[in-house]
């Protein structure tokens, strides 16, 4: 099977099969508790817009909370079958 | 009050820190990453998206940690690294859409979309403009020039790589194919080209070409074809030079879209 997780799945090769969804759906939401914890904990250290940190980290939070919404939607339809 | 963005551009890295340190900082995440794509090579999707997931957690604390300390200018190395943490994020999300129940061509699509809301956070954050990422019209002779060079770096994709990573594909409608293949294309320029080729030519200069071409081949090593690694860093390498000559990303785009295209319907070619 084609490697999954590669850049070279935005211009053609997504995996072939999904052998290890859910592990990679939990891996997910994982990075995404803890870039959200630490927004957090900058907001709470730093004020209300927590300072540049915080935005840098948005890079990732935006696009994996999109992700997120598509893997629920997708576990959602594997699970009702 | 704070400004929307992280404004001003990149100043030099301070006395501690040389050309050296940085490049091996760097070199340093770029180990991980193909560390990363081993892994996927050797079956472990998840454990490769672990590493991907804490490499971007990493990548993203360091370059806020230099941006809290850099105050209102942001030095060469944060702005690098916010354009570096696009490809283990990109390496995760593609990971994490694995779905039986999602068609080949939508799975292309959706990962150039969520790469897509990356890199304009990152051009926003570092007020980056259109034309600082390449995103202009250009001349339009020199353009389909550069495009052209998408047929004989096609075919050298094509024996190198042998079709091997475009497997997946096989079997999927053209009509849905071809347009996201024109937006992944699309996309991964603006990642490559734009954002990561701006930001590590304030680094290196000239030398930010081979940078982002190396990051370029890295990220196809989770294909597990050595050939096609080596036919994507001589394409990294002439879409960054014409890039850098040009100043646009539209004939890069081309001629990505033709060897992806190349790729994905053209059978790998018998040889010997």
Redesign the interface.
């Known amino acids: 099977m084609s490697a999954p997780g590669t850049l070279i799945a935005l211009a053609g090769s997504p995996p072939a099969t999904s052998d290890a969804p859910t592990g990679v759906a939990v891996v997910l939401i994982g990075v995404l508790a803890v870039l959200l914890i630490q927004q957090d904990v900058l907001r709470a250290a730093r004020g209300a817009r927590g300072g540049p940190a915080v935005r840098v980290l948005s890079i990732a939070v935006v696009p994996l909370l999109l992700a997120f919404a598509v893997v629920v939607v997708l576990q959602l339809a594997t699970i009702l079958g | 009050m ?1 400004s929307a963005t ?1 404004a001003g551009r990149a100043q030099p890295l301070s006395a501690r820190e040389t050309p050296a340190s940085t490049l091996l900082t760097l070199l340093g995440y770029l180990a991980a990453l193909v560390a ?2 081993a892994l ?2 050797a079956g472990a ?2 454990a ?3 590493g ?2 804490v490499l ?2 990493v990548i ?2 360091h ?3 230099r ?2 300390k850099a105050k209102q200018v ?1 030095d060469a190395l944060a702005r690098g690294l ?1 354009g570096l ?3 283990p ?14 068609p ?1 061509p939508a ?2 699509v ?6 897509l ?2 890199a304009v ?2 051009a926003r ?1 570092l007020d980056l403009t259109p034309a600082e990422l390449g995103v202009r019209r250009g001349r339009l002779p020199v353009q389909l020039g550069v495009g052209l060079t998408g047929i004989p770096l096609g075919l050298l994709a094509l024996v190198l790589g042998g079709g ?6 096989a079997g999927s409608s053209p009509i849905l ?1 071809v347009p ?2 024109l937006l ?2 699309a ?2 320029e603006l990642v490559f080209r734009g954002v990561l080729a701006t930001t590590f030519a304030a680094l290196f200069g000239r030398a930010g070409i081979v940078c982002t071409s190396a990051l ?1 081949a890295v ?6 074809s050595v050939g ?1 690694v080596v036919a ?1 860093l001589v394409c990294g390498l002439v879409w960054a030079w014409a890039r850098e000559r040009t100043g646009s990303i539209a004939g890069t785009t081309v001629a ?1 879209a033709l ?2 295209g190349g ?2 319907f053209l059978p790998p070619p018998a040889l010997g």
């Open positions: 704070e992280i990363m794509g996927a090579v999707p998840t490769a998206a672990i991907h997931g971007l957690v993203l604390t370059a806020g940690a941006l809290e942001p916010c943490a696009l490809v994020l990109l390496g995760l999300v593609g990971t994490a859409l694995t779905s039986d129940l999602l080949a799975h292309v959706l990962v150039a979309l969520f790469a809301v990356g956070l990152v954050i091997r990573a475009f497997e997946p594909l194919l996201a293949i992944a294309a996309v991964q370029f990220a196809a090593v989770g294909t597990g096609l994507l990505h060897v992806a790729l994905a």
